[in-house]
């Protein structure tokens, strides 16, 4: 199958340079995509092939998330907690932890199916997430595969493993991780966080990650909390219980936040493989501080943490906060919000390839240029200029429309268990 895009404006995501061209685009998992060449008439299409109009649209390589949450989707408007938290440890007490309990795989299928849509709405089809449902564990991850799949995203997946829920959850997080991975699926070994996960558990992922040749995704020094804990338990600090485990040497961990860091774990994180992913909004939300990441720039990408699903919304938010963080200019807050590409081609996971792009409807009041397309992203273009979605040269969003699945439907039952789910808080 072909999709032709007929007079597209093409931006290179990499070198910005801009052609008006049409596009092939071929499908498949690590298809490509050719430039120029001519359109055929309508007697040499196959039966799949499609020719979209472009005139006037930009075309460019659509977006991925380096850290989300769909677990998160059915809190938006939930009954206010029933003590109010203070700080960050009870926010996740009071709050999330309260709710990830109360999941069951209806309810994650649902959350998974709406985020996926939300996802590639707004131009993202590829997602790195971080699951927990401490008593729906086993088969959460492929639920969520499968809603990802019917969408037509791409994913790599983890199940939040904590010793928090004892023992038996302990262990079942990590059959699932196992059984998730052995399948064949792209993913990580995921913990919650340092102050959450004792040195067996610790030990048991870092055996894991090596035999499915994975790395760990896991929350790192979001709050001050997370140092405290490690300080006091374990005589050291978070970067470097990790690295001592052995974590820093499997290239493919994601370790989010990174905020709270001495300047010997910043040594660590630097000298190591690992991608450190920023999600400055969840940390204003949660008041847990912010960070600058120009220790690892090549290797910090952003995320939305769960707060919602759009990574051009998330780009903006670290260009502003990292005015005051790190004096950051429109050039690395652009590096960072494609690093994720850099991060999963190196882990080689199919799903990012070329023949990922976004159709955007943005009709500025200036010039787009090569020399000034960084100043439009930043200013200008955002999800709302989304027309139409391609991942794995398969149309997904046409003019806004979801084309793989009835959102509606999907909405209505996520609105459904959104009710199962606060009866139950
Ligand atoms: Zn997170």
């Known amino acids: 199958m072909t999709i032709y895009l007929k007079d597209a404006t093409f931006i290179d995501w990499q070198s910005f340079e801009i052609s008006r061209t049409n596009l092939a685009v071929e499908s498949g998992p690590g298809a490509g995509i050719s430039l120029s060449g001519n359109i055929p008439g309508t007697e040499n299409l196959g039966a799949e092939d499609r020719i979209i109009d472009c005139k006037g649209k930009f075309v460019t390589k659509s977006f991925a998330c380096g850290h989300h949450h ?6 938006r408007g939930m009954p206010a907690p029933r003590t109010i938290p203070t700080n960050f440890s009870e926010i996740l007490e009071y709050v999330w932890w309260h709710i990830d309990k109360r999941l069951d795989l209806e309810m994650i299928e649902a959350s998974a199916l709406a985020s996926a849509i939300y996802c590639v709405k707004n131009g993202v089809t590829f997602v790195i997430d971080h699951h927990a449902s401490p008593f729906a564990i086993e088969g959460s991850l492929e639920t969520i595969a499968n809603a990802f799949d019917r969408v037509g995203i791409s994913h790599m997946l983890c199940y939040e493993m904590s010793d928090r829920d004892g023992a038996e959850v302990r262990e079942q997080g990590l059959a699932e991780t196992d059984t998730f991975l052995s399948s064949g699926r792209a993913g990580h070994v995921g913990l919650h966080a340092s102050f959450t996960v004792g040195e067996k558990l610790l030990a048991d992922s ?29 005589g050291k600090r978070v970067v470097e219980r990790l690295s001592d485990a052995g974590a820093l040497e499997l290239n493919k961990s994601i370790f989010g936040h990174c905020i709270h860091l001495s300047p010997n774990e910043l040594q660590l994180l630097q000298n190591s493989g690992v991608w450190v992913v920023q999600n400055v909004e969840s940390n204003q939300n949660n008041n847990v501080g912010v960070a600058g990441y120009g220790e690892i720039a090549d290797r910090t990408m952003l995320g939305t943490d769960g707060m919602h699903c759009d990574m051009l919304r998330s780009a903006k938010a670290a260009f ?10 429109f050039d690395t807050i652009y590096e960072r919000f ?69 959102e509606k439907e999907v909405l209505t039952q996520a609105r459904a268990m959104g009710r199962k789910l606060w009866d139950k808080l």
Not at 208 to 225: M, P, R
Not at 347 to 368: K, S
């Open 206 to 234: 870092i055996v894991l990650a090596k035999k499915h040749q994975t790395g760990l995704h896991i929350h790192v020094a979001e709050d001050k909390a997370d140092q405290k804990h490690a300080e006091a338990n374990f």
């Open 320 to 329: 502003l906060v990292g005015q005051a963080t790190e004096g950051i200019g």
């Open 338 to 406: 494609r690093n994720v590409h850099h991060y999963i081609r190196s882990t080689g996971t199919a799903g990012d390839a070329d023949n990922n792009l976004v159709i955007l409807d943005y009709d500025p009041p200036t010039d787009l240029t090569r020399d000034n397309f960084l100043g439009h992203f930043v200013y200008g273009i955002d999800a709302r200029h989304v027309e139409s979605v391609i991942s794995m040269g398969r149309l997904l969003v046409e003019d806004r429309k979801i084309t793989t699945v009835d």
């Open 70 to 75: 769909i677990y998160s989707t059915l809190a």
